[in-house]
């Protein structure tokens, strides 16, 4: 898709999003994408050994459990980097609004099979 030539308004892309654990691309820069998701309850363990994963919270309060690690709670406007091949396990209690960025062609459950794995559509 082309970069767009206006500002992309992160609360209109959100409001698209319809559906859990669904991420929806909304632009790339430097060979990333960065996806809107809406989050709720628990995902599953996986990691990305393609890349780090960084998680921007536009609303709400994600907890991002880390395998051999102390899990990270990040709140609205904190963001917070899993090193790329560390297992984790994003939940939240109730909905929290993200973007994700991560390098193209990432699948969002990486190496775990599960119903919650995403088609990559932009939005």
Request: with cysteine; aromatic share 6%; charged share 30%.
């Amino acid at each position: 898709m082309a970069r767009p030539e206006t500002p992309v308004n992160i609360d209109e892309k959100l409001a698209k999003v319809t559906g859990l654990w669904s991420p929806k691309t909304v632009l790339e820069a430097n060979g990333l994408e960065f996806k809107a998701v809406k989050v709720q309850g628990e995902f599953v363990w996986h990691n990305h050994p393609e890349g780090d994963e960084l998680f921007i919270v536009v609303r709400g309060e994600l907890t991002i459990d880390l395998e051999d690690r102390a899990s990270a709670v990040v709140r609205s406007g904190e963001m917070f980097v899993v090193p790329r091949g560390v297992h984790h396990r994003p939940h939240a209690e109730r909905e929290c609004e993200i973007v994700i960025m991560d390098p193209p062609g990432v699948v969002n459950t990486g190496e775990a099979t599960s119903d919650l794995t995403a088609d990559e559509e932009w939005i």
